[in-house]
């Protein structure tokens, strides 16, 4: 009954926005290179901004190669929360003539969020079209946002904890069109370690298993590992994923999680995202995000807190404080019309809208934000982005090094802990 409601709601979404499957996803072929129109600037470019974006550009991978082989900065990898800044190093290494990856890095941020990955992967089997691989991922969140269950809380009810747990995955991906990928992948997690927040400008707040002790979850003095697996569909034909100014994306995937040994915290997960990018005369793009989740317990179990989906932030609702909003089901609308002032400076306004509920039937997007924000890029990457939102809590500033309406979820490997908004 729960899949089909979920099902019916998630077609409704989706058409509401116009996003369907673009009919040039037949057309490819695997040689077809992803075509990037950038937009036209209203003004000429400040030199120094031209000379900056060319010593990032020298710096990193580049456009249409593969990447770099031995040292590189990691500046990425962090969730919603970890601070502006953070970074680490990376070290990446070709075996067997190019056909297989060895991938390490490690990274700080400015909230002393911790991670180490190491990666093996083999990219180009079956005549390109197959990819398999495996990771490790360790990880130590140290102030993680929690207001507890529905959309009823209130600012005053923030509490925080620190989180942290190694995963182990593999994974496989089929790709019978570039556009088209189909994905799977099985992994163990260790038993989550949850305790008080700690680390570099810890305000302090209550801690979480205290101030939400009768969760379920919070009120285990040991928390239990996970068994989980996915599968997901996904048709992308975006020019570019860091920075799309055109294209569709629509992904859909179920995972199942399973606790060992059994605390009642297994749970069935479906997710549904689609993006559209539309040029706007030349100079400008209109694009819109809707991306919604749907929980399943059975026999009495429960959605642990940290695995609970969640509104709020820099890429959901911007207005919002970090993790603001979490139940079993949620769903998220993002639109935003981005144009171009200099070659690599774009002016973006945008609305979210949202919300969460403990029925599926509850599901809507009372929860609104407006704002506007700067985007530094290049023609396939978004490099850094500021952004102010407006809500009914106030405002909100925010930097972050990736393009909000980018989907992590087509790029993660390992298991999200805790669900990240």
Known sequence: MWMDRA?????????????????????????????????TPLFSEPRFVTKAMARVEDFGDKEGEAPREGFYPELGGMI???????AGPGYRNYLFGGRAVVDGSAAISWHAYKFAQARLEFPELADNRLAVGSQVLWHNYTQVPYYGQGTSTRPTDLSDYRIEGTSVVGYATWRPKPALAMSASAGVMSRPAISASVGTFDSGHPDTTRLHAADPAAALRRQPGF???ELSVTADTLDAPGYPTRGTMFRTAWSTYHDRPDAGLAFDRVEVEAAHFLPLFGRGVLAARAWAVFSHTAGGNVVPFYFMPGLGGHNTLRGYADYRFHDRHMAVVNVETRWALFTHVDLAGFVDAGNVAARIADVNLNRTSVGVGLRLHNRTSTIARLDVGRSAEGWRLMFKTSDVLRSSRTIKRTAPLPFVP
């Open 227 to 229: 068994v989980h697996a």
């Open 80 to 86: 919603t929360g970890s601070g502006w800044i953070a």
């Open 7 to 39: 099902t019916r709601f998630v077609v409704g979404f989706a058409l509401t926005l116009g996003l369907s499957l673009p009919d040039s996803l037949q057309a490819q072929t695997p040689s077809a290179p992803p075509q990037t129109t950038a937009p």
